[in-house]
């Protein structure tokens, strides 16, 4: 089916159409912009990231992620005994 036969049908279909709520939804959904979808949306970001040189190598995002495993490793944490019971008051 063409565009124009596509386009006549559909016209035929909503002039039958007689409840008020089937031509809302239909509205909504033609006055609806389309959009790209997130995961598009953040490709084109990393191209214009890549092209725009804002970019890090593998070496320093190496030396960040090592910076951050030793920072939460480095200090320990305390944490209570479950066999420590509170000190009854006499």
Avoid at 34 to 40: N, P
Avoid at 50 to 67: F, I, N, P, T, Y
Wanted: proline letters at 6%; hydrophobic letters at 40%.
């Amino acid at each position: 089916m063409t565009i124009p036969q596509r386009k006549a049908h559909l016209k035929k279909l909503i002039d039958s159409v007689k409840d008020p709520a089937v031509l809302d939804r239909v509205a909504k959904v033609l006055e609806k912009p389309l959009g790209q979808s997130a995961m598009v949306k953040r490709a084109l970001k990393a191209e214009e990231d890549l092209k725009a040189g804002r970019v890090h190598s593998w070496d320093e995002v190496s030396a960040e992620m090592d910076q951050l495993i030793d920072s939460l490793y480095s200090e320990k944490k305390k944490v209570p005994s479950r066999t420590a019971r509170p000190k009854r008051s006499v």
